[in-house]
Structures are given as C-alpha cells and as structure tokens.
C-alpha cells in the first residue's frame, strides 16, 4: 500500500499582527511590529520590570459570540477562531466525523482562567468559584473546543512541550493521516499567557527583552545588541489531508508537509544544548522524512528568539546540518514582527512557512540594526526573494525542556 502524500489546504490565525492569516502575512511583509506597550492596572501595581508584550491585534470578543467564548479561556478562544478561518479557507471540507481529526497544541493553557479562580477563591470563597473552572484552564481544552465544533471524531490531541508545541502537533498530525487515522486533520496551537505571573517569572529569568521604552523594536533576532524575547499571544491553524482526499473535492493545495522531526535534548530544562545536537537531529530527522537532502532546502524559518544564547545555539545547530551552505540559504527571524507566542509560535511559523512558497519571498527579520557576526546567516530587514525552483521550507521550533521539532514543506 502507497503512503499517501499530506497536503496543506487551509490556514487560519489571530495574531499581534492581524486578525487572520492573511492580515498577518501582509503586515509581516511590510516590517510591521506587534509589540506594544500594556495598559493594564496591573502593570504598575505589581512593578513589573517589563512593561509591554505582544498582544494579539484583534481581541476574541470581537469575532466570537458571547455565549460562545464565555466557556472557553482566553488560549481556547484564539485557537477556536483560527480553526474556524483555516476549516473556511479550505472550503469547509465534507468528511465523515470519523475520519476528521484534531491535533491542537499549547505551551501553558489556560493560565488566565486558573489564577483568576484562585484570586476568586481567596477574595470570595469556594462558592464562587465558576464550575467551568478545570474544563477551562485545562490544557487539551482547545484541542476540545476544535473538536466539538467540527464534530471531529476521530480524535482530538493535545502536545504540551513548551515552544516546540504546535510544531509537534503538525508533524503529530502529519504521520497519523500516513497512518490512515484520519482523512483531514485540523492541526495547531494556541497561547494567551500575557499575564503578570508569567512576564514576572520570565523576566526573572532574564528572558525577555527590558527595551520598555521602544518596544516595538524589543525583539530583534540576530542582532548584536539583542537582549530577550517579547511576548506575544494567539493562534494559528492549519487543515491538513491526504493529496487523494484533496484532489477528489477538488481543493486549493497550498504545500505539501514533506517531513518532520521531533527530539529532545536531554540537556537542561530551560537552556539549549550548546552544540545543537537535538536540534540539528530534528532537522535531519525532517529532512529524511521527505526523502530530501540539506541542499534542497530553499527557506528556513527559524525559531529565533531573541534571546542571547537561543540564537547562536540554533545556528551551531544549522551549521551541523547545512555546513557552508547555510550562509546561501535565507533565514527569517519573524518573531521580530510577532514576538513569542510560545505553544502557538509554531504553527504561526508553519502558515508563514507555506505562504513563503506560495509567493516565493522569505518574509523579513525586523529590528537587525547589526548582526551579530557570530551568526553569519543570509537575513534581510526586507522580504528575500525564494526564486523559480521547486522550495523546500523548514520551520524550526525548540522549547524549555530540552523539546526540538522540526516540520519541512515544498511546493506542490
């Protein structure tokens, strides 16, 4: 029996940056930022050393109904709007319910619902507390409201492995539709984290960015004077489907998920492996995966944090995998546009890694006002162009706890 192919056929996201995938892609294209400064109470109350983020444009209550978002925290929301875009963008495919799955991921879950309720119980009592609480703050609770609302039966998935979180869920995704588990799978993930717990146990660890006064030029991959990562929050979704299921409904194919790789490092829980050795072994594994070889690779879409030490570790790691050949090869850094939507970054990554295909550019890497010359790699604060050959992308994503995955694209 022939493996089948799997195919991207619909893409969906709420983001710093826009409303939909769409929006995002063209904000991300002209150098827009997503960063800004918090207007929250909150924020001087608790003198919080880090006093902005990347909050997601267009807030959830604008595009769900009320009754519908009132049950789901803020992370679910996110995902169930950027589902519903990809499932539409795909021209709402006819599936059996058996045959539709769902592989939706996140890093943290609903952090929001849980200390809200624990500021309930402390100010009010146990009988205040909404009974909703654990069906909201759980971390499959997106992965569910997906589920529910395309009566996907099949399955419904949740990867929780931090920053490499809805990167697992596509490469997830993509080996149980070659399983024959299902015929379509709607794939993601999803964050709302900026909270002041979160920004202050970040911070704590001298991971974000301090630039409080211009912070939307606080997250700048690559470059020298880098000093952290920037939060951000929302969603991305991808619907994913065997190319014979596709092609029989007669869908827009927009890529084809050539291969993915997923590894640990078994190093330190929050630090990279300074050698790139998981790293480099998730790329590799994608890459063997699509039956490609390194010097098919056109694009990287790198994880690209912003932090001091994340960068240079992912570049030891693509010099192991690419040699020389990296420096030809353009990189995006586009969480100097996003910032870090930490289990939602990857599958934001993945829809910008598609539509690199589709038009041929790599999207800029914004705020490189000198380059670090430790990571000599191709970046530009413009968009690249990718050229006339058949492109092979990669997106990288790697996550405390030693977490590495790693899906690769090309076009159709």
Not at 35 to 56: C, G, H, I, M, N
Not at 113 to 121: F, H, K, N
Not at 392 to 404: D, L, M, P, Q, T
Request: aromatic share 6%.
């Amino acid at each position: 029996m022939t493996t089948p192919r799997i195919v991207v056929t619909g893409i969906g996201a709420s983001t710093p940056i826009g409303g939909t995938a769409r929006e995002s892609w063209d904000a991300l294209l002209s150098g827009a930022s997503g960063a800004r400064s918090l207007e929250y109470d909150w924020v001087s109350e608790y003198a919080l050393p880090v006093t902005f983020a990347a909050q997601a444009k267009v807030r959830p209550e604008e595009v769900l109904a009320r009754p519908e978002a009132r049950r789901l925290d803020p992370a679910s929301q996110f995902g169930l709007i950027a589902a519903k875009e990809a499932w539409a963008d795909a021209g709402a495919p006819e599936v059996a319910s058996e045959r539709l799955g769902v592989d939706f991921a996140t890093g943290i879950g609903g952090v929001w619902t849980l200390l809200d309720a624990w500021d309930t119980l402390r100010e009010k009592g146990p009988r205040r507390v909404m009974p909703m609480t654990v069906p909201m703050l759980m971390p499959n609770a997106a992965a569910a409201a997906v589920s529910m609302h395309f009566e996907a039966r099949a399955y419904a998935r949740t990867v929780a492995s931090a920053c490499a979180s809805s990167t697992e869920s596509i490469v997830n995704a993509y080996e149980h539709l070659r399983a024959g588990l299902a015929d379509v799978v709607i794939a993601g993930g999803t964050e709302s984290a900026v909270h002041p717990i979160t920004i202050a146990s970040f911070a704590s660890m001298q991971a974000l960015s301090r630039r409080n006064d211009a912070p939307e030029t606080a997250s700048r991959p690559y470059s020298v004077d880098r000093d952290g990562f920037v939060m951000g929050e929302g969603a991305a979704a991808l619907v994913l489907e065997t190319e014979e299921h596709a092609r029989a409904r007669g869908a827009h194919i927009y890529a084809v998920v050539a291969g993915g790789g997923v590894t640990a490092d078994s190093y330190h829980i929050t630090a990279n492996d300074p050698e790139g050795r998981g790293a480099a072994r998730a790329v590799q594994l994608a890459l063997d995966a699509a039956d490609l070889s390194s010097d098919d690779v056109t694009h990287i879409n790198a994880h690209a944090t912003s932090t001091p030490v994340g960068d240079i570790a992912e570049y030891v790691a693509l010099r192991n995998v690419f040699g020389e050949r990296l420096h030809e090869i353009p990189v995006s850094g586009t969480k100097g546009s996003t910032g870090h939507l930490l289990g939602g970054t990857g599958a934001l990554e993945a829809v910008f890694s598609v539509l690199a295909i589709r038009d041929r550019q790599a999207p800029p890497t914004i705020n490189l006002t000198e380059q670090d010359p430790e990571i000599p790699l191709s970046i530009s604060g413009t968009p690249q162009p990718l050229g006339e050959r058949d492109q092979v992308v990669i997106s990288n994503s790697f996550g405390f706890g030693g977490h590495n995955a790693v899906v690769a694209f090309r076009s159709i």
